[in-house]
């Protein structure tokens, strides 16, 4: 059985408690942090694991690695501290069931680019950035087959990750890969981070979609004209999973003559997109999301931003609409390096 | 030549007229599981007068004349199970009148309810009507004709019950007026005037509405879906019940279906708010999820997964065809709200015994008054087995209903069966003298509520 490796140690001597005290959505001061993440590594009840939003923060904030997020989702299950109403959860874990068959394998021999479950974004991987870079799981009937199920953790349900991700890192093997850039940051998050944590190999090394970008864009070079747009990046939840490669984002920005607006709510001060939190189980929690919307969105508007650049396809879902009627423009990522190598954006809206 | 096309093609010309058999074919089948019948003429007039000469036809050569709007109630109801005349009202499209500040419209009985919606959305942006969840083509009069329902059902009940006048051109060819436009007034009232409620749910068999009044409703700025999920099925009568007594909702309907997965096993209900401004769609928001639904959702019973802006329209029409390209059919159903649960699984029971993915859903109709209660069963139409169990599963069904104390929607030959056999014996002979009364020589849609004659 897999389950998290969390090292009391860790915590014992940890200095900072950052894990609780940047936490953005508890309120906890440092003693009383350290005292409820000992309680929560001991498998007991602690308010935490009824305030926490699940925004993966914490994961990126811990110096030490010891994965307090995946620890407080593993015991919210076991103590039946459900984040969410049960229906959902029901809802949410039937939604990776796959159900149209078996998928059909082709072997790469090589590197290639896994789509996972957003097959029905396929139009977003056109054009130069992605020539000759074969692609899997690019069937939306197949795709619950290369779900990496790393969205269970909003649920508090590490059972159905750790039953199923084994599965999808065999299907994902069978197409005999040797790297996998990973088109959601999601996916990046489960082979590095999580499988990392729990004890689950993975045959393959995982790429980040972003640095895949970046060095599309180096050997594009020459073809780049500054887009010269103020925007504001929405950092999401998993990206949290891999801080280590979120400098790609400035990075891209500045080789594509992106401008960064300063935003308050940026790198680790991000704010969630709020998808997550509307339907939790918590008194109010419609409203809050409701709130970082607008936080989101003032923030975004007050720096001056003409474009919000997404990563996750379910941030873009919550937001996308949003940010329209506040006059500035949502855009993939992607679409925003090929708008610079002078192709058009196809999810432009 | 045969005289009769000759005579139709005299009244609505040649271009109008067929006996081309590859024309007859699309006109001898709808989407459902009824077998194909071939009418012998088929006609598509532009005028009550040009309806009036070919009923008029039809009665001295004593053949049917079966009127067929978009052609989708998927029942059969405008299959030719006689043959005769195929009336395809579809070139009768004009929008006659929108009066905006009376809040209605006279309307061709061709006029599809996409055509009505995109012209008001284009000229009276303020005002909507309640659209059903069939296709676009389905017609407004076509609707009327089996008293169906929109998406204002919740705060305004069936689409028949929004009715102002009534042009109809009688079986044996009289063109009537009722509501206030049959005395020379606007079409704005269907009372004080006494009731000819004689042309509402008779799928044609007593008369061809030519034009309609029909209210319209306001159309504020916002307009979404919500969509709330429940695993218990017991819930849904209760959430309905304190749903509609917010009096806010629009159209609300629980629907539950083994594909995809994520349905499976869940009830969910989309609840239409709409708006004028973020501040009203705020209020209406912590009535309904925070105020009303809260404590489903903080005891974890209930989910809410957000509201999205834009409604889609139509929006039953979106679900129908999860199993992309196959044929479908329904039972629908007028059923007490309290039967939810109970409908629920002895839907699913029907539908697994018959090995077909279950498909349910409810519409709510006015304060909770009543629940429109449907049973999808899917088949391949090119499969002939998938077609004999879908349609034992309809028979069932109709069954079902009568058995849970509910009546049959726009029911198809055989749930009429069932229904004539209950109905009290003078209502039943009432029936049958209006009917005797109004059609002498019985050629409306003949096949159709026809032991009633
Ligand atoms: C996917 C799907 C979803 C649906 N959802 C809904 C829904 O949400 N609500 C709803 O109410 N219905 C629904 N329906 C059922 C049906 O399609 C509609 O009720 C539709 O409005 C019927 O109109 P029509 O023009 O297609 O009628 P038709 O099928 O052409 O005719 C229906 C009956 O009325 C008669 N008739 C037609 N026009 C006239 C006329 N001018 N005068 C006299 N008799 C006439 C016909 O002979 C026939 O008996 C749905 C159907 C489908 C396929
Ligand atoms: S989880 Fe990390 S940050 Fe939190 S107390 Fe332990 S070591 Fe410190
Ligand atoms: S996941 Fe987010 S809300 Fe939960 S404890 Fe960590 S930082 Fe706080």
Same mark, same amino acid.
């Given at each position: $059985? ?100 078996? *998928? ?46 790393? $969205? ?9 990750i750790n039953d199923r991700l084994p599965?999808?890192?065999?299907? +994902?093997?069978?197409? %005999?890969?040797?790297?996998? +850039? ?118 975004m508007k007050s720096a001056g931003a ?44 | ?60 050569? !004593? ?25 395809? =009202? ?13 809040? #209605?419209?006279?309307? %061709? ?9 995109? #012209? ?11 659209? *059903?969840?069939? &296709? ?19 705060? #305004? ?30 079409? @704005? /009232?269907?009372?004080?005037? &006494? ?7 008779w799928t044609g068999t007593t008369g ?61 209900? /989309? ?46 029409? !979106? ?51 009543? $629940? ?23 028979? %069932? ?30 209502? @039943?002979? =009432? ?19 026809? &032991?009633?004659?």
């Amino acid at each position: $059985m897999y389950e998290v490796k969390y090292d009391e140690k860790k915590c014992l001597s940890c200095r900072t408690q950052d894990c609780l005290i940047k936490c953005q959505y508890i309120d906890i001061d440092k003693e009383s942090a350290k005292k409820e993440i000992l309680k929560i590594g001991h498998g007991e009840d602690s308010f935490v694991l009824h305030e926490c939003v699940t925004c993966y923060a914490c994961e990126e904030y811990c110096p030490m690695n010891n994965h307090p997020f995946y620890l407080i989702v593993e015991k919210q299950e076991e103590l039946d501290i459900p984040p969410l109403p049960r229906p959902l959860i029901q809802r949410g874990i039937n939604l990776g069931v796959p159900f149209r068959g078996e *998928p059909v394998i082709e072997k790469v021999n090589g590197r290639s680019l896994l789509m996972g479950v957003f097959s029905d974004l396929m139009f977003l991987i056109q054009g130069k950035l992605f020539e000759g870079v074969p692609v899997i799981s690019s069937d939306p009937r197949k795709m619950f087959h290369y779900f990496c199920q790393l $969205m269970y953790l909003h649920y508090a349900r590490t059972s159905v990750i750790n039953d199923r991700l084994p599965k999808i890192i065999e299907t +994902i093997a069978k197409h %005999e890969v040797d790297e996998v +850039i990973c088109f959601h940051d999601e996916c990046y998050g489960t082979y590095t981070s999580y499988c990392s944590a729990v004890g689950i190999e993975v045959p393959f090394k995982p790429v980040h979609f972003f640095e895949f970008l970046y060095d599309r864009l180096k050997e594009l070079k020459d073809e780049i004209e500054p887009v010269n747009l103020k925007v504001a990046y929405q950092r999401p939840c998993s990206s949290r999973l891999s801080s280590d490669k979120h400098h790609f984002v400035q990075d891209i920005f500045e080789l594509i003559g992106a401008e960064a607006v300063e935003r308050e709510y940026v790198d680790e001060n991000a704010l969630c997109c709020g998808g997550t939190i509307v339907g939790q189980r918590q008194e109010g929690s419609r409203k809050r999301a409701a709130e970082i919307e607008k936080k989101n969105i003032e923030d975004m508007k007050s720096a001056g931003a003409e474009v919000c650049v997404f990563n996750c396809p379910a941030c873009y879902n919550t937001m996308a609409q949003i940010v329209t009627r506040n006059g500035i423009a949502p855009i993939y990522m992607s679409d925003l390096c090929r708008l610079a190598i002078g192709e058009n954006p196809a999810g432009w809206r | 030549m045969n005289s009769v096309y000759e005579a139709l093609v005299e009244i609505v010309g040649k271009d109008h007229s067929s006996v081309q058999p590859e024309e007859l074919f699309i006109y001898s089948w709808d989407l459902g599981t009824t077998e194909p019948h071939r009418p012998d003429y088929a006609v598509s007039p532009r005028t009550p007068e040009q309806i009036q000469k070919i009923v008029q036809l039809a009665n001295k050569e !004593k053949i049917p004349v079966v009127p067929l709007g978009g052609g989708l109630s998927l029942a059969g109801l405008a299959v030719p199970f006689k043959g005769g005349i195929l009336l395809d =009202l579809k070139r009768m499209d004009s929008i006659i009148e929108v009066n905006e500040k009376a809040r #209605y419209t006279v309307v %061709e009985c061709g006029v599809s309810q996409g055509q009505l919606t995109s #012209y008001l959305e284009r000229h009276c942006p303020h005002l909507t009507h309640s659209e *059903p969840g069939a &296709p676009p083509t389905a017609t407004i009069a076509g609707n009327m004709a089996i008293h169906g329902q929109g998406d204002l059902a919740q705060p #305004y009940g069936f689409n028949s019950d929004m009715i102002n006048g009534l042009e109809v051109v009688l079986p044996t060819g009289e063109i009537c007026q009722f509501g206030s436009c049959s005395i020379g007034s606007g079409w @704005f /009232t269907l009372h004080p005037l &006494p009731d000819v409620g004689l042309f509402l749910g008779w799928t044609g068999t007593t008369g061809i509405i030519t034009k309609v009044s029909l209210r319209l409703f306001p159309c504020k700025k916002i307009r979404g879906a919500a969509l709330f999920a429940v695993d218990n099925e017991e819930l849904i009568p209760e959430i309905i019940y304190k749903l509609t007594h917010t009096q806010m909702v629009e159209d609300i309907v629980a629907f539950s279906q083994a594909i995809p997965p994520f349905s499976s096993g869940l009830q969910h209900i /989309t609840i239409n708010l709409s708006a004028d401004s973020e501040k009203e769609l705020e209020f209406k928001q912590e009535i309904i999820f925070d105020d009303t639904l809260g404590e489903y959702i903080r005891k974890g019973d209930g989910g809410y997964l957000g509201f999205n802006r834009g409604l889609q329209r139509p929006q039953i029409s !979106k679900t129908s065809d999860w199993r992309k390209g196959g044929g479908f059919e329904y039972v629908g159903s007028i059923m007490p709200i309290d039967t939810y649960p109970e409908c629920y699984r002895r839907g699913r029971q029907i539908s697994e015994k018959h090995d077909i993915p279950y498909t349910v859903l409810g519409r709510c109709i006015g304060a909770a008054h009543a $629940m429109m209660f449907s049973w999808t069963y899917a088949f391949n139409r090119a499969d002939p087995e998938t077609i004999k169990h879908a349609k034992a599963a309809l028979h %069932e069904t109709d069954d079902l209903v009568l058995k849970l104390g509910g009546t049959i929607w726009k029911p198809g030959l055989y749930g009429q069966k069932l229904v004539m056999e209950r109905l009290n014996s003078s209502t @039943f002979d =009432l029936m049958r003298k209006v009917k005797q009364l109004l059609d002498p020589n019985g050629i409306m849609n003949p096949g159709n509520w026809e &032991p009633a004659l």
